[in-house]
């Protein structure tokens, strides 16, 4: 036995008990002292600037070990107009009498995603939910609709939401226990794409655009595994981006315009799913 023991004193056996310990001791100018603080403990001294390395690997860590624990594997990426409406709804992000007609139009993708969510889920749980979970950035539109369809079908689904100027609650439809909050935009696009199998990519602005671009990026440069790469909306595609142009101009070679696929619906997705998987 510990000799410390014998006298009635046993060591903490985590952290958690040293800072209820800690927060007993006698209120003094001391105690009360940032200083005394622990330091995992002090918000304060953890927000610095010199501790952003620190809160790097927090933000690798946290989601990592909680879907680690969880035994996912493998996901399957949405990414999307957050402004898209769900087809009935207030095109609530509309400026003008032409954005709410496109808009409006386009909620038919929120149809595709989430039947395409629904898809995915079915067959995740033929693998227990360990492989091609559905995952969003949390938040409304595409992402709600990706969210809905995994839930649709008692599917867990994941949401990695992010701290932004304006608020972005989490969408109704996320897993809670799956429900993630960053702040570095870099840790968060690493978890999207640490575990894809698939990337599915709806009609959207520049935050979808740069989630396209980055993946097929990290893919060219041989970073990531050759993953399907699912363009919905061969219209929208077509006339948001000229991928062909880039070929004929030299800036990327033609064989790369086989990282992608254009497809119009859910099932014309998943086929590619299975096709490349052989599932």
Same mark, same amino acid.
């Given at each position: 036995?510990?000799?410390?023991? /014998? ?22 100018? $001391?105690?009360?002292?940032?200083? +005394? ?17 620190? =809160?790097? $690997?927090?933000?690798?860590? /946290? ?9 996912? /594997?493998?996901?399957? %990426? @949405? ?5 898209? #409406?769900?087809?009935? /709804? ?18 038919? *993708? *929120?149809?595709?995603? =989430? ?7 079915? *067959?995740?749980?033929?693998? *227990?939910?360990? !492989?091609?979970?559905? %995952? ?19 599917? #867990? ?5 992010? %701290? @932004?100027?304006?608020? $972005? ?31 599915? &990519? ?7 655009? !740069?989630? @396209? ?15 399907? &790469? ?14 062909? +142009? ?13 990282? &992608?696929?254009? %497809?119009?619906?859910? $099932? !014309?997705?998943?086929?590619? &799913?299975?096709?490349? +998987?052989?599932?």
């Amino acid at each position: 036995m510990n000799p410390m023991e /014998k006298n009635g004193w046993t060591p903490f056996s985590n952290s958690r008990e040293a800072i209820e310990h800690a927060s007993e001791a006698p209120r003094t100018p $001391q105690t009360m002292a940032p200083a +005394y603080r622990l330091a995992f403990d002090d918000t304060d001294f953890l927000t610095k600037r010199e501790l952003r390395p620190v =809160r790097l $690997q927090l933000e690798l860590l /946290k989601p990592e070990m909680i879907l680690e624990e969880r035994g996912i /594997k493998s996901t399957v %990426v @949405l990414f999307g107009g957050a402004r898209i #409406p769900e087809p009935g /709804k207030d095109a609530w992000a509309a400026k003008n009498d032409l954005q709410k007609k496109n808009l409006e139009s386009n909620s038919k *993708y *929120y149809d595709e995603a =989430r039947e395409f969510a629904r898809l995915c889920s079915e *067959y995740s749980a033929t693998t *227990y939910y360990r !492989d091609f979970i559905i %995952v969003t950035g949390g938040g409304p539109g595409i992402m709600e609709a990706g969210n809905r369809g995994a839930h649709d079908v008692g599917a #867990p689904t994941i949401g990695l939401n992010i %701290v @932004l100027p304006h608020e $972005q609650a989490p969408n109704e439809y996320v897993t809670p226990e799956l429900c993630f909050n960053f702040h570095y935009f870099a840790m968060r696009k690493m978890h999207f794409l640490v575990r894809a199998k698939a990337i599915a &990519i709806f009609p959207g602005g520049f935050g979808t655009m !740069d989630e @396209l671009f980055e993946a097929m990026t990290l893919i060219q440069t041989n970073r990531m595994e050759r993953i399907p &790469i699912l363009l919905f909306g061969t219209e929208f595609w077509n006339n948001a981006i000229n991928i062909e +142009y880039l070929a004929d101009q030299g800036m990327i070679a033609h064989s790369d315009l086989e990282l &992608i696929s254009f %497809v119009d619906t859910a $099932q !014309d997705a998943w086929a590619e &799913i299975v096709r490349f +998987y052989k599932i």
